[in-house]
């Protein structure tokens, strides 16, 4: 079980809230013991928070599924009518299905039982194909689909890691059923094709994992921070009742204690301004904590996913087609540890050093990094005015957008190729257009 215990301060002379322990589930990642009541309202919550995701991803299935209808074409010319019936007669029909099926008051109870059902036939559906393509083509590639079908399910439908486990392993069974008796694959292929696909299929549950695991703390953090919340609220009522009984007391007191009551009551106002002030402080340092938490935590997710795509890609050949998707999951992962890096920053309340930087320099440097890894193909011309002097900015962020810029162009000529220009001009801007 994962465990970390929160222990409640007081506030304001309120009783402190008591410890708590975080337990779950190894395998279903339900919340046990003290925090099962919270089962319930977190399922409320997730179905919230993955209605509208699952509603574009049922959208990009369907563009997804239906693009490839032109590679059928391509590589199959004799079977493209009975693929493109799969596609288009069987497996859309099931998609625009599901989608109606989302408004539907019954979907919040079967949504996850939902979305591995449509997992597991959009997978048997290039599961037939695969079958057809084998006897009819001895085309063995349309496995690379199933890939696709697994980054779906575990990543974009937002699939619980239970719901999805099942339905990815349902799909294994049913490709080593129709690889094995139904298509007659040769031995070498089948031991390919199965390292490829039962390891994007790990992969999958790997990330499935920690995205349920990561949401359900992000849940638990939200409730504590009622919780917290809600013992603010009381203290100030709290605080409020004293005040007002003690100025009645004061009120009612002798009047020749009315100099020593005009003290008194200056006091309490300064003193109600500094609990005030106090109050402010340790409700941002309780935001920066639970930040800076959520960040680690975060991190603790993405340094094991960025590790597997490493070592995959390091035992991948480089004619591999799963290649390109871990690199994207390794990039999407990288992206994420930035994100945390600047969670930290705010939860530090660290700001950023602002220096003199000469843009050519931090240009050159991006091309010089990006030249190592650019694909044949793709030529690189800058162009830098001499005009052009320094900017007061920080160069790690300057770095990183034009690292951005320059990746994002490359993706869209990695296969046509092209040329990738830059240019550097000095500008001069009025004072409005600077606020802007």
């Known amino acids: 079980m994962n465990e970390f215990k929160r222990a409640g301060n007081s506030i304001l002379g309120l009783p402190s809230v008591p410890q ?16 099962s009541r919270y089962e319930n309202d977190y399922l409320d919550d997730y179905f919230q928070r993955t209605l509208n995701p699952f509603r574009f991803s049922l959208v990009l299935s369907l563009l997804f599924y239906g693009a490839f209808a032109f590679l059928d074409a391509i590589t199959v010319p004799t079977l493209k009518e009975v693929f493109w019936f799969i596609r288009f007669g069987m497996i859309f029909p099931a998609l625009i299905a599901v989608f109606g099926f989302t408004y539907s008051r019954y979907f919040k109870k079967l949504m996850q039982v939902t979305i591995a059902g449509i997992m597991f036939i959009t997978g048997l559906g290039i599961i037939i194909m695969i079958v057809y393509a084998a006897r009819f083509a001895n085309d063995y590639s349309y496995y690379a689909g199933l890939i696709l079908i697994f980054i779906f399910g575990y990543t974009f439908v937002r699939a619980r890691f239970v ?11 049913a490709y080593e059923i129709s690889a094995i008796w139904l298509s007659d694959t040769p031995f070498p292929v089948l031991v390919s094709n199965n390292y490829f696909f039962i390891s994007a299929n790990i992969i999958g549950m790997f990330i499935s994992y920690f995205l349920e695991l990561s949401s359900r703390k992000d849940f ?36 020749e204690l009315i100099n020593e009551i005009e003290i008194r009551k200056k006091y309490e106002k300064e003193r109600a301004e500094l609990e005030k002030q106090l109050f402010q402080l340790q409700k941002m340092e309780t935001i920066g904590t639970l930040a800076g938490g959520i960040a680690h935590d975060f991190n603790n997710i993405l340094t094991p996913i960025l590790g597997y795509t490493d070592m995959a890609l390091e035992e991948l050949p480089p004619e591999s087609t799963l290649k390109f998707d871990l690199e ?7 992206r994420g540890k930035d994100l945390v890096q600047k969670i930290l920053t705010f939860s530090r309340e660290v700001d950023f050093e602002k220096k003199p930087i000469k843009m050519n320099s931090v240009i050159n440097e991006v ?16 162009k830098a005015s001499s005009a052009a002097g320094t900017v007061l ?32 001009s000095a500008k001069a801007i009025t004072a409005k257009e600077a606020k802007e």
Request: hydrophobic fraction near 45%; proline fraction near 1%.
């Open 163 to 173: 719901y999805a486990s099942i339905a990815g392993w349902s799909i294994v069974i």
């Open 328 to 334: 994207q999951i390794n990039t999407s992962a990288l």
């Open 220 to 255: 638990y953090m939200r409730k504590l921070l009622e919780m917290e919340q809600e013992k603010v609220k009381e203290a100030n009522n709290a605080l409020e009742n004293r005040v007002k009984e003690r100025t009645t007391q004061l009120t009612n007191s002798n009047l």
């Open 367 to 382: 091309l010089n990094m990006l030249m190592a890894s650019l694909p044949d193909g793709i030529e690189v011309k800058f």
């Open 393 to 424: 900015a920080d160069a790690t962020h300057l770095h990183q957008i034009i690292m951005n810029l320059c990746t994002n162009a490359v993706h869209a000529m990695k296969d046509q190729g092209g040329i990738l220009e830059l240019s550097l």
């Open 20 to 35: 708590e322990t975080w337990t779950l589930n190894k395998i279903t990642l339900k919340f046990t013991g003290n925090l």
